[in-house]
């Protein structure tokens, strides 16, 4: 008998080993940002602003945050005009490796990209960092291109490089909603998984839409502008964040209004 309780103890002490080692992952999100100014423009009259949007991605345990392959930003009363502007298709950009080639003009915005990668089979492996540079450009045709890059040895030090070389576009669109605008994209394998047998999971991002103005038909026109109905002083933005399993989850934050 005592043999067999040793025997059981041990199988359950793999059983747990076990679970630990395949534990599931549960994204934890925030999300913030808005736009300046912040008084919401009319439909006759919309409001050309700058955008502010930011996210962080934690994981309830710990561990390295589970894959997100697709992502749906609404933004509450904004609206976007892409005709407006010169463009630079993420296609373009991939296909010259560089973003030297775009249109004087096209660059919309910027930001960071922070991620966390290592072992696919070792969620709690978050041993290497990975710091990518973000471009924001107009690609005409209510679409944008997020170009990401970074590699190793930036001279600005370890805090700004990633280990593998990373130089791609991601091709997101503008759909139109009742009450706004969302930004939809689909993330590339390639980002997912830059190495065999490896993850690599985004933990923050900053960015930044600029201000960018033009004049059309006597009335200047914004490439990112608000109008509608601001409710309560506040104009909201909701992301939904689908990990590679399926899951979604839906964030919301504010921003103030007038």
């Known amino acids: 008998m005592r043999k067999l309780r040793i025997v059981c103890l041990a199988v359950a002490g793999l059983l747990a080993l076990t679970a630990i080692a395949f534990a599931a992952q549960t994204n ?8 300046k100014p912040t008084k919401i423009g009319t439909k006759k009259k919309p409001t050309p602003v700058l955008l502010n949007f930011d996210y962080t991605v934690g994981e309830q345990a710990g561990q390295r945050p589970a894959l997100i392959n697709q992502y749906d930003i609404f933004f509450e009363n904004g609206q976007v005009n892409t005709a407006f502007f010169p463009s630079c298709p993420a296609a373009k950009i991939d296909q010259d490796q560089t973003d030297a080639n775009c249109a004087k003009g096209s660059l919309m915005g910027s930001g960071n990209v922070e991620n966390a990668a290592g072992p696919t089979s070792d969620p709690s492996n978050k ?30 030090g370890a805090a700004k490089s990633c280990p593998l070389e990373v130089n791609k576009a991601i091709d997101a669109t503008f759909v139109k909603r009742a009450t706004g605008t ?10 997912l998984h830059p190495a065999p047998g490896f993850d690599n999971a985004v933990i923050q991002v900053n960015s930044t839409i600029r201000k960018a103005t033009v004049k059309k038909a006597g009335k200047t026109r914004g490439f990112f502008e608000s109008a509608g109905k601001c409710r309560n002083g506040k ?13 979604k989850a839906t964030v919301s934050t504010a921003g103030k209004c007038t």
């Open 127 to 156: 041993a290497l960092s990975c710091h990518l540079d973000l471009k924001i450009y107009n690609a005409g045709k209510q679409h944008a291109a997020l170009y990401l890059k970074g590699g190793p040895n930036d001279p600005r």
């Open 182 to 191: 969302s930004l939809v994209f689909d993330v590339d394998e390639t980002l």
């Open 28 to 35: 934890t999100y925030t999300v913030s940002g808005g736009v």
């Open 235 to 247: 104009s909201g933005i909701k992301v939904t964040f689908r990990q590679v399993d399926g899951t």
